[in-house]
């Protein structure tokens, strides 16, 4: 295994979401590297009611996604990864998690192979589109 010295996990904040915060976790910790974490909500497109006017909406995503990043800011705090480390990104899954990598440095990302979010977090596909053009070796948990 190569000697990693930042990680980055991506979750959409789905039930899977600890065993792939656990994986990342366990090769963190045996290469003594730095742990950080990204959501990517995806804005929403398109009309999804007729019933919610739009603002009703716009506070319903809102509300929706920022309890996501409770739970995952917690999740990671009882993990020791401070909330500086904890980044909530808005736009496309794939390109925001593949700029992250590169802004941040990250030698592995881990990632679980789909993803099941109310919000959109992430997409089935992010993973495989992360595949394509990344700068870094991934970890792909199944789920």
């Known amino acids: 295994m190569a000697d990693y010295r930042k990680v980055l996990v991506a979750i959409d904040g789905s039930e899977e979401s600890d065993r792939i915060i656990a994986k990342a976790v366990e090769v963190a910790e045996s290469n003594k590297a730095e742990l950080s974490a990204v959501m990517v909500f995806e804005p929403p497109l398109g009309s999804y009611t007729i019933e919610l006017e739009m603002a009703d909406f716009t506070e319903v995503l809102r509300q929706a996604q920022e309890e996501l990043a409770n739970d995952l800011r917690a999740r990671m705090a009882v993990r020791g990864v401070p909330a500086e480390r904890v980044h909530f990104l808005s736009g496309k899954p794939a390109t ?37 053009g990344i700068g870094c070796d991934v970890l792909t948990v199944r789920v």
């Open 96 to 132: 925001e998690i593949k700029a992250l990598v590169k802004s941040s440095g990250t030698d592995l990302l881990v990632i679980g192979s789909h993803g099941h979010n109310p919000v959109r977090a992430m997409l089935g596909s992010t993973a495989n589109a992360v595949l394509h």
